[in-house]
């Protein structure tokens, strides 16, 4: 499927490529990185960092998922840019999870502000969860992660992945900055299916 012949991705990702990738400034948002990090993750979990946007943007024209048909989790969805620029470009759902209370609470203020300004065009809702206790949805999904914890939450992540595989529904995987890859690769139903500057991208069989 062409992404770029549809209305909301042409859009979005139009004023996002004439921003230079500034997604604050083109959602009114704050997604940037905070630099005080007041809550105690679980022990292999990662700071908050936001995901270049452009990157995202280039996986998602490699991967030519028909998005309205298709589910967003991010895991670790810090203060929401990915499930929002997901409910943005056409994604029939998205979701975020994040074990931070506050970052959570920030994800829901951006959202509520999305929504008013008539931004999201998709379903989008923000989960405070540890990711290690939350159900994998059973439509077909694209998992989001970039980089949010070790190989330990990921492989338990990607079981719960493959059970979900395993009732009939699709799956894929987009990592970016992806430093456990080994650990996506060792699992017999991951298999790739494209790679760019930052991102490798699996598909569960
Ligand atoms: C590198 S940031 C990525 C943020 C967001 N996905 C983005 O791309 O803009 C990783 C996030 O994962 C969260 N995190 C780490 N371990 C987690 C866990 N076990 N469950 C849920 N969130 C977690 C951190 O608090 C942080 O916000």
């Known amino acids: 499927m ?26 009114g948002t704050d997604t940037g990185a905070d630099e005080l990090h007041v809550e105690r993750l679980p022990p292999d979990g990662t700071r908050y960092q936001p ?27 810090g203060k929401g840019r990915i499930p929002l620029l997901g409910a943005a470009i056409g994604f ?31 379903q989008c809702s923000f ?3 540890n990711v290690a206790d939350v159900a994998i949805p059973t439509d077909a ?26 009732a009939g529904h699709e ?3 987009l990592y970016v900055n992806p430093i456990h890859a080994s650990t996506v690769d060792a699992m017999p139903a991951a298999a790739r299916i494209g790679e760019g500057e930052g991102w490798l991208a699996w598909r569960f069989r």
């Open 92 to 122: 029939r759902r998205s979701i975020g999870v994040e074990v931070r209370h506050d970052l959570h609470e920030v994800a829901l203020h951006n959202l509520a502000s999305c929504r008013r300004r008539g931004l999201l065009s998709g």
């Open 171 to 173: 799956s894929r995987l």
């Open 141 to 166: 999904t694209l998992l989001f992660a970039f980089n949010p914890f070790g190989a330990r939450t990921l492989a338990g992540v990607l079981g719960g992945l493959c059970d979900a595989r395993d």
């Open 51 to 77: 995901t270049r946007v452009g990157a995202v943007l280039e996986a998602l024209r490699v991967l030519e998922l028909d998005l309205p048909r298709w589910t967003l989790l991010d895991l670790g969805s």
């Open 2 to 27: 062409i992404l770029d012949t549809r209305d909301a991705w042409r859009e979005t990702a139009g004023r996002l490529d004439r921003s230079g990738g500034d997604f604050d400034s083109v959602f």
């Open 127 to 129: 989960i405070r969860a």
